[in-house]
């Protein structure tokens, strides 16, 4: 079956869709240094455009499944949680235009857990019976990336499946948790460049006076430093390379420094092979990873989408055998 992907950023939803043995026909994402970091680590076509000219610039080839992440800063409670009286959310709208003229058998999307209970829960049910009206069956669930991606990411995500047809709606359970086992120790990185400590930071003796352990993240905070005694990274964000607040913290042999982008990436469950762009600003690259998902919990959501997939049709051949029998 073939995906394509709106909102694709740096590919996450695609790459976990891609792993599940799905096959990728396009992307969409309008944010040019995303779509450089894109085409590093992804061959099929990239349409780098506005949602709203797609399918109307250029004609798009027909997919059986679409899939994105919309934009989840009107919803989110770090932001003004605006919604639909929001540009960005109101973007959504363009996602239902895309279902109507494409069609997909099945949507998929993902956008922060308060989605769910922004404006009472009347954003919600606007999707949803958006969706519904247009035939679609619908199950959600909330997933954290520490209990389904064996990542140490505190990261709740709402994911949206949606499906026209009502067997393979039935067929579809969501992953079981997984036990974590790998520690943010299993993450960092045992050599890291001297631009990435804090030494010569403003904000390093407030920094020492409160880092005493090595075996967690701490949040700078802008005027107080947070621990996070969970033993989880804490939600990546598209802010965190770009100054004081919300950074992530560790304390290694050597001194007091922020996450590299590669330990960033494998926090969201990418593989070392993901390759940045050589020319691309760190702040872009810490931005990037933020906006985008933890993979692997994409790719669990994916192959049980194909394992109901599969299910329903075996049901159904079988069904034809015992008609044609009966006959």
């Known amino acids: 079956m073939k995906v394509g992907g709106v909102f694709s950023g740096i590919g ?32 099929h076509k990239l349409y780098e455009m506005d949602i709203k000219e797609l399918n ?26 605006k919604g639909f009286c929001d540009e960005r959310g109101n973007i959504f709208f363009e996602v239902i235009r895309l279902i109507d003229e494409l069609k997909p058998k099945i ?36 997933l954290n990336s520490c209990k389904y991606a064996n990542t140490p990411q505190n990261r709740e995500r709402i994911y949206i499946v949606a499906f026209l047809e009502r067997k393979v709606y039935e067929n579809f359970e969501f992953p079981k948790p997984q036990k974590l086992k790998k520690s943010i120790k299993d993450i960092l990185e045992s050599s890291v460049d001297d631009r990435f400590y804090y030494k010569g930071s403003k904000f390093y003796p407030m920094l020492k006076d409160s880092m005493k352990k090595r075996d967690t993240i701490y949040q700078l905070r802008r005027v107080y430093v947070r621990e996070n005694k969970s033993n989880l990274c804490p939600t990546l964000t598209a802010n965190m390379g770009t100054g004081g607040h919300n950074v992530p913290l560790v304390l290694d042999d050597k001194d007091i420094r922020k996450l590299t982008p590669k330990e960033c990436l494998r926090f969201q469950g990418f593989s070392n092979k993901f390759k940045f762009p050589k020319d691309l600003a760190l702040s872009h690259q810490y931005k990037q990873i933020g906006n985008s998902v933890t993979m ?13 997939i599969i299910c329903a049709n075996i049901s159904k051949n079988s069904k034809d055998v015992t008609t044609r029998k009966s006959a």
């Not at 829960?121 to 958006?130: E, F, M, P, Q």
């Not at 035939?135 to 959600?140: F, L, M, T, V």
């Not at 692997?296 to 394992?307: G, H, N």
């Open 12 to 43: 996450g939803i695609e790459t976990g869709f891609e792993n599940a043995g799905f096959s990728i026909a396009w992307a969409n994402e309008i944010d040019k240094n995303a779509c450089k970091t894109y085409r590093t680590n992804h061959p």
């Open 56 to 81: 109307k610039k250029i004609k798009v080839e027909p997919i059986d499944i679409l899939a994105g992440g919309f934009p989840c800063q009107a919803f989110s409670i770090a932001g003004y949680q």
């Open 296 to 308: 692997p919990v994409i790719e669990a959501i994916a192959k049980q989408i194909k394992k109901a």
């Open 107 to 142: 949507v998929f999307l993902e956008n922060v857990k308060n989605l769910k209970s922004h404006d009472n829960g009347r954003t919600y049910k606007t999707i949803y019976n958006l969706l519904t009206k247009r035939g679609y069956h619908i199950k959600d669930e909330v």
